[in-house]
């Protein structure tokens, strides 16, 4: 079992920048990668980035070159550092880890960007 929670989601204006938070707990010495997805209002969730238990990332298309996730081992901790921020960028975002074939995830937090 893994427990994440998610934080520094708020609102922001077009062109600014957020940095999420997500720390794990539980059977973390399991996970085998650790991503962020997000979900707008009317749509399905989508993948935003992933980072590996050896440090590679993915990026979804539409996010690479603004967004950046990075972890960091010692503090159970995974980031999201979001720049650019655009409107349709609106949407809950969600921590997730991976154990195997399972899926863990936090209750995401909301972030809105104004034009």
């Known amino acids: 079992q893994v427990q994440l929670v998610e934080s520094g989601g708020g609102l922001v204006q077009a062109g600014g920048s957020l940095r999420l938070s997500c720390a794990a707990s539980?059977?973390?010495?399991?996970?085998?990668?650790m991503g962020w997805h997000r979900q707008a209002p009317g749509k399905q969730r989508e993948l935003v980035a992933t980072?590996?238990?050896?440090?590679?990332?993915y990026y979804a298309l539409s996010m690479k070159g603004r967004f950046t996730i990075s972890r960091d081992n010692a503090k159970n901790m995974v980031y999201l550092q979001m720049n650019s921020l655009k409107p349709e960028d609106t949407a809950v975002y969600y921590c997730a880890a991976r154990i195997g074939v399972r899926d863990y995830w936090g209750q995401g937090t909301q972030v809105t960007v104004s034009s």
């Open positions: 980072v590996y238990s050896g440090g590679s990332t």
């Open positions: 539980g059977s973390i010495f399991s996970i085998n990668s």
